[in-house]
C-alpha cells in the first residue's frame, strides 16, 4: 500500500541511481505485469526539432476503462515541460510560458545531463516534511525566489538526442527516461514510478495519505499532445481551478477577506458562478491575495447571469484575472461547491482556459469494480488524523450519529463549509459549547468558559466579563469552528450581547416549546399568534427553526436595557400571551404544564443564558440544523427539523434573498409596551 515514504525515501537514497518513487504496492501481491509491446525504433524527425510542444492531458474518469494501465502518483505541483536544444535548457509551463528564469537550479540539473534535442514531460514538486507533494510549499518557493526545494518528477520523454519518440509505446519511452536519468547525480531530478497494482489499492492508499489522486496510462499508447483517454486521472477529493470574481469582508479575527466567490468559463453563458470558499488560508496567503486583488477591483459583477441579492450581499467585485486551485466535497444540482477549501494560486493557467471538470463515466472490466474515490477536504496526518482547517481531527471515522452513520470529521468539514454563514451569529458573543466526546448517544455536557482545557483556536475573553470564573470564549474564525467540533462539540449556544456591551443585551429570544404530543400544524398557528402580539407592541421580530420541536423567535433591540429588564419584558410577554390563550399556551416550565400545550420558554434571557445560535446543528437524531427563515416561509414549513446536515447546503444555494433582511437593534422597551401587556417595569 502507499505509504507517506512512498515520494520522501528517495531524499534518503543513494545520490543516482534513478531516483524512482518507490512501488505503493509493495509487501502485496502485484497484479499480473503488462505483457511487453513489441519493441518499436525511434523515429528520426522529418520536421525540424519542434520549438514548442503540447503536453498530454488527462481526462477525469470516475473509473478505469478496461484495459491494461500503469499507475502514477498525481503530483500536487506544477506541469512542466523542458526543451533541451543547442546546449540551451528551456522549461515552459503547460501552456507556454516560459519559467526558465524562475527555475534556475532545475536548469543546472537538467544542463548536466549534456543532452540535444530532447524533450522532458514532468512535473515540479515541493514536499513536505512527510514527504507529501505540498502545494503551498511550491507557492511559497516561487514567491520567496527558494528555487532549491523545488523538484522536478519526470514521467515522460517525446524526443531524446533528436529522435521522436512520440510514437513509440508507453513502456519503451519511460524505459528511455528511466535510464537517462539513472546516468545523473542532481537530487532535483526524480523518477515518477509507476505502479503495478489494482487502481482501487492506489486510489484507497493515496486518499489515506491525502494525495490528490491517481493518473493512469494506457500500456502501448503513444504521446499525442493532446487530452484523450489513454491518460485518466482518478481523484481522491474534487479539486480544479477556478476564477477569482470577488471576496466579501472579513469577519472576526480574519483579515484582508472572508471569502472568495468563484466562477467557471462556459462557452453559452460566459463566467457562471460557481460558489465561495472561505477556508484554507494562512495569513501569509491572505496578505497575497489582497495585494493581488486589490487593483483588479470593480464595480459590477464579471458573471454571466445576476447573482441574488443574499448571494452579492458585501461583495468587492473583481475582474476575472486570478485563477485558484480549490479542494472540495462535491457539486450542487445547482453548480455550486459543497465543502471548499482554498488550495493556492494558479498562475500557470489563464482565467480564459478554466471550465468546469466533469468526470467522465468508463466502462469498467468485468472482473473491476469502481475505485471507491469518496472525496474529503482534509488531510490524513502522520498520526492518522484528519487535517481540517489547519486542524488535526482525532478520531476522525468515529460515528456521532448512529441514525445517519455521519463520522466526526465529517461534522468538522460541514461547520467549515458554513463558517461564512454561522459565523456572523457567533461574532464578539460569548459561546457555551454542547460537547458530546462519544457523539449524541454518550454522555453531553456544557461548557462555558475555558476552564483547564485548551480547544484549538478558540478566542478566550477578558475574565473581568464573568468574574468569579475562567475567561468566556468566543468563536471566531473556521479554524476555531473546527476547533471545537475536536474537542467533541456538536451544539453552539451564544448569548443575547456582545463581549463589548456585555450587560446590555442587543435581543431576546422566545423559545416556543411544544408539547410533544401537539401536530406540527398546532406550531405554525402559536407562532403566528405570537408574532401577531410583538406586531401589536411594535416589535421587529425573526424566526429560526430550532432543529428540535419547536420554533425561535428572535426580537432585536437597541443596548440600552439591562438583562434584568430585558428578562422581564419577555417573561411579561410569555405571561400576557397565556393569560389571553391559555388553552395554547403556558409560561410556567415543566412537562405537566404544558400538557397539550406550548411552553414560551423566556427563562434563556438571563444574564449567563444562552440560545442555540443559527445555523447550529443539534445533537439530535439526524443532526438537524437550527436555521433562519424568512416571516412568508413559517406557513410552508414542515418541520423544525427540515434542514440537516446533509440538505442544507441546497437550501444556502437556493436562496435569493437573506431571511433576516432589515435586521437591526433599534427598537427600544417603552412604557407603552409594559401598559400594553399589563406590566410594570422592575
Known amino acids: 500500500m502507499l505509504t507517506s515514504t512512498t515520494l520522501h525515501r528517495s531524499n534518503r537514497a543513494h545520490v543516482g541511481a534513478g531516483r524512482s518513487t518507490p512501488d505503493p504496492a509493495k509487501g502485496k501481491a502485484k497484479a499480473a505485469a503488462p505483457k511487453a509491446a513489441t519493441k518499436k525504433k525511434p523515429v528520426k524527425s522529418k520536421t525540424v ?205 480574519r483579515s484582508a477577506f472572508g471569502a472568495l466567490l468563484l466562477a467557471v468559463n462556459d462557452d453559452k453563458q460566459g463566467l457562471v458562478y460557481a460558489g465561495r470558499v472561505g477556508t484554507g ?76 471538470e466533469e468526470a467522465q463515466p468508463a466502462k469498467v472490466a468485468d472482473h473491476t469494480k469502481a475505485a471507491s474515490t469518496a472525496p474529503r477536504t482534509g488531510k490524513k496526518t502522520a498520526k492518522g488524523r484528519v487535517d481540517v482547517a489547519g486542524t488535526g481531527i482525532s478520531h476522525p471515522d468515529r460515528v456521532i450519529d448512529g441514525k445517519t452513520g455521519t463520522k466526526k470529521v ?22 457555551a459549547l454542547l460537547r458530546c466526546p462519544e457523539g449524541i448517544d454518550g454522555e453531553q455536557f456544557f461548557q462555558k468558559h475555558a476552564e483547564h482545557l485548551a480547544i484549538p483556536h478558540i478566542r478566550q475573553l477578558d475574565p473581568t466579563l464573568d468574574p468569579g470564573h475562567a475567561a468566556l470564549m468566543e468563536i471566531d474564525s473556521p479554524e476555531a469552528l473546527v476547533g471545537a467540533v475536536q474537542m467533541g462539540t456538536i451544539e453552539l449556544h451564544t448569548w443575547a450581547a456582545t463581549r463589548d456591551r456585555i450587560e446590555t443585551p442587543d435581543h431576546f429570544v422566545l423559545d416556543l416549546d411544544p408539547d410533544p404530543a401537539l401536530p406540527w400544524r398546532s406550531m405554525i398557528e402559536a407562532t403566528q399568534m405570537v408574532l401577531a402580539v410583538l406586531e401589536e407592541l411594535g416589535l421587529e421580530a425573526f424566526l429560526k427553526t430550532s432543529g428540535g420541536k419547536g420554533m425561535h423567535i428572535i426580537v432585536p433591540l437597541a443596548r440600552q ?60 437524531p439526524g443532526l438537524p440544523v437550527s436555521v433562519p427563515i424568512a416571516l412568508d416561509e413559517l406557513a410552508g414549513l414542515t418541520s423544525s427539523a427540515q434542514w440537516d446536515i446533509n440538505n442544507l447546503e441546497a437550501r444556502l444555494n437556493q436562496l435569493k434573498d437573506d431571511p433576516w433582511a432589515g435586521y437591526s437593534n433599534r427598537r427600544k422597551i417603552t412604557q407603552k409596551m409594559w401598559k400594553q401587556l399589563g406590566a410594570k417595569r422592575p
Not at 502501448?220 to 466579501?248: H, M, P
Not at 495569513?283 to 445576476?306: I, N
Not at 473583481?318 to 485563477?323: A, C, K
Not at 465529517?410 to 458554513?418: K, T, W
Request: charged content about 25%.
Open 281 to 356: 488560508f494562512t495569513e501569509q496567503t491572505l496578505k497575497q491575495l489582497q495585494k493581488k486583488l486589490q487593483p483588479l477591483q470593480r464595480e459590477g459583477s464579471p458573471l454571466g447571469s445576476k447573482l441574488s441579492s443574499a448571494q452579492a450581499r458585501g461583495v468587492q467585485w473583481v475582474e476575472p484575472h486570478q485563477v485558484c486551485e480549490v479542494e472540495f466535497a462535491q457539486w450542487t444540482r445547482e453548480g455550486i461547491l459543497r465543502q471548499a477549501a482554498f488550495i493556492g494560486l494558479r498562475s500557470d493557467k489563464p482565467a480564459s482556459d478554466v471550465v468546469r
Open 49 to 253: 526539432f519542434p520549438d514548442a510542444l503540447s503536453p498530454q492531458l488527462a481526462t477525469l474518469v470516475d473509473a478505469p476503462p478496461a484495459g491494461e494501465w500503469l499507475y502514477e502518483i498525481k503530483f500536487d505541483g506544477y506541469r512542466m515541460l523542458t526543451r533541451i536544444q543547442k546546449g540551451e535548457v528551456r522549461l515552459f509551463t503547460r501552456n507556454g510560458n516560459d519559467w526558465t528564469e524562475r527555475l534556475p537550479e532545475l536548469v543546472k540539473a537538467l544542463g548536466a545531463l549534456k543532452l540535444q534535442g530532447s524533450w522532458f514531460d514532468g512535473e515540479a514538486v515541493v514536499l513536505d516534511e512527510q514527504g507529501l507533494p505540498d502545494f503551498q510549499g511550491l507557492q511559497n518557493a516561487f514567491d520567496e525566489g527558494r528555487s532549491k526545494k523545488i523538484l522536478y518528477y519526470l514521467f515522460d520523454m517525446p524526443f531524446l538526442s533528436g529522435e521522436d519518440l512520440r510514437e513509440l509505446p508507453l513502456e519503451q519511452r519511460r524505459d528511455a527516461l528511466k535510464q537517462v536519468l539513472d546516468s545523473q547525480c542532481s537530487r532535483l531530478l526524480r523518477y515518477s514510478d509507476d505502479f503495478q497494482a489494482g487502481h482501487q489499492d492506489i486510489v484507497a492508499s493515496a486518499a489515506a495519505m491525502g494525495l490528490e489522486g491517481v493518473i493512469g496510462k494506457r500500456v502501448g499508447s503513444a504521446y499525442v499532445g493532446k487530452r484523450n483517454a489513454d491518460w485518466i486521472k482518478l481523484k481522491c477529493r474534487l479539486r480544479q481551478e477556478f476564477v477569482i470574481v470577488g471576496y466579501t469582508a472579513p469577519q472576526g479575527s
Open 410 to 431: 465529517e461534522l468538522a468539514q460541514f461547520y467549515q463549509s458554513i463558517a461564512e454563514w454561522i459565523l456572523p451569529h457567533l461574532n464578539k458573543r460569548p459561546v
Open 561 to 620: 436595557a439591562d438583562w434584568d429588564t430585558v428578562k422581564a419584558f419577555s417573561k411579561a410577554i410569555a405571561e400576557f400571551v397565556s393569560r389571553q390563550l391559555p388553552e395554547r399556551f403556558t409560561a410556567t416550565m415543566g412537562p405537566k404544564n404544558r400538557v397539550g400545550k406550548i411552553f414560551i420558554d423566556y427563562l434563556r434571557n438571563s444574564r449567563g443564558g444562552s440560545t442555540v445560535t443559527a445555523y447550529s446543528v443539534r445533537a439530535r
